[in-house]
């Protein structure tokens, strides 16, 4: 609901809430940058991740030694808190100087964590297991994929001069 509303505010939430490396005014973006989308398809690609990890980073974090629901969700609201500030802080500080958005921070961080709960516990389902392993492949070929192609033809995704496809996959990272 959050990603909507904020991406409802058009391309001036994303310059007034994103992230601008290294700036004293893209410091507000470490809070809300993961909340601010460039587009709506940009937006539903994250929301999409988003909606399929998190319940798998729910489960996961009300099933270690929780003694009641609240205590998972809680852990999963801390988590989540900590995996949006962290990303957003490490892009506004090693990001290449431009506008940065999105919540792809987050889902990487779903991954990372879900992969570093795994291997500790050894104890989360296959089909959990499964399912990161899918969105972790899905985004990481668009986003090797569009470098690739950005390299190969220096365009904007919103210009007609791109090769098909290539607004898909941008949209998707």
């Known amino acids: ?13 994303a310059r007034h809430m994103g992230i601008v490396p290294r700036t004293t005014g893209g410091l ?6 993961s909340f601010v989308h460039f587009s709506w398809g940009h937006c539903c690609w994250n929301a999409l991740a988003v909606v399929l990890l998190g319940p798998v980073v729910l ?12 205590e998972g969700v809680v852990r999963f609201a801390a988590a989540s808190a900590f995996i949006s ?10 990001a290449r100087p431009a506008l940065h958005a999105g919540a792809s921070g987050v889902v990487w961080g779903y991954v990372g ?20 392993l899918v969105v972790a492949v899905c985004y990481g070929c668009a986003a090797l994929s569009m470098a ?8 904007a995704p919103d210009s007609n001069d791109c090769p098909p496809g290539a607004s898909l996959l941008y949209e998707a990272c």
């Open 85 to 94: 500030v962290s990303s957003g802080f490490c892009v506004w500080c090693l």
């Open 59 to 70: 489960c996961a974090a009300s099933s270690n030694e929780a003694t009641g629901d609240c």
């Open 113 to 132: 964590l879900l992969v570093a709960l795994t291997l500790r516990r050894r104890d989360i389902p296959v089909g959990s297991c499964l399912l990161v």
């Open 148 to 155: 690739g192609q950005r390299r190969a033809t220096r365009c």
């Open 28 to 33: 507000r973006g470490v809070v809300f940058g």
């Open 1 to 13: 609901l959050a990603l909507g509303v904020f991406t409802a505010g058009g391309a001036a939430a």
